[in-house]
């Protein structure tokens, strides 16, 4: 993390209390084709959970509160709740994440239920903090069902410090199937006047 700018540290190393962030996303997009078809279905069904959705667009008001929930002395979650405003109406896209330190992987539970749960790896390249998905698995109840390669949506974040000060996103979704199926790519900064 020392390679990062202080801006991308400082939005990954909230201790306490909420933050929240107001920006735009230039660019909303699914696949087009036989591809993005299949993809709807997912993608719709996503967004009754708060985890994905359908809309596409460009330059979509977008705002990022960040939530630190403590689980034990000295350590939290980190509560991710994205909204995004189209002209007919706001998707929302939740998830919750924890970092394990015994294996290196942040977890990442999505969702209003945290049904889905993925490793993300983080490193840093060029300046870019980038988490890049790897196993993930099905929550039910007390129940993790591992998801097979063909099914799971490999997901590469990337975030960095642009010459304004703002944070740069870009977020894909892969899939062995469908290729890169949806995403999003903008700017936000963080709201200093913000209150809880």
């Known amino acids: 993390m020392s390679e990062l700018s202080p ?3 400082a939005h990954f190393s909230l201790t306490e209390g909420s933050a929240c962030y107001t920006g735009v996303m230039k660019r909303i997009w699914r696949k087009e084709g036989w591809q993005g078809y299949l993809a709807y279905p997912i993608l719709w069904l996503g967004s009754f959970l708060d985890t994905l959705f359908p809309n596409t667009g460009e330059n979509i008001p977008f705002q990022l509160i960040n939530t630190i929930i403590p689980i034990e ?3 939290g979650n980190m509560e991710w709740n994205r909204s995004f405003y189209f002209p007919n109406g706001v998707r929302h896209f939740n998830a919750l994440m924890h970092y ?9 539970w999505f969702g209003t239920l945290h049904h889905l749960e993925a490793e993300l790896h983080p490193a840093t390249e060029a ?3 980038v988490m890049e998905s790897g196993k993930q698995r099905l929550r039910l109840g007390g129940l993790k069902i591992p ?19 703002s944070l740069g ?9 469908l290729g890169a199926f949806f995403g ?7 709201k200093n006047d913000w209150q809880p």
């Open 184 to 190: 999003y790519e903008g700017s936000f900064s963080k």
């Open 169 to 177: 996103i870009s977020v894909t979704l892969h899939n062995p199937l």
């Open 100 to 108: 394990d330190a015994e294996n290196a992987v942040i977890l990442d």
């Open 7 to 9: 801006a991308v540290q």
């Open 127 to 129: 300046g870019h903090f």
């Open 73 to 75: 002395e000295g350590k």
């Open 147 to 165: 998801l097979p390669s063909f099914v799971a949506g490999k997901a590469i974040v990337r975030e960095w410090e642009q010459p304004d000060g």
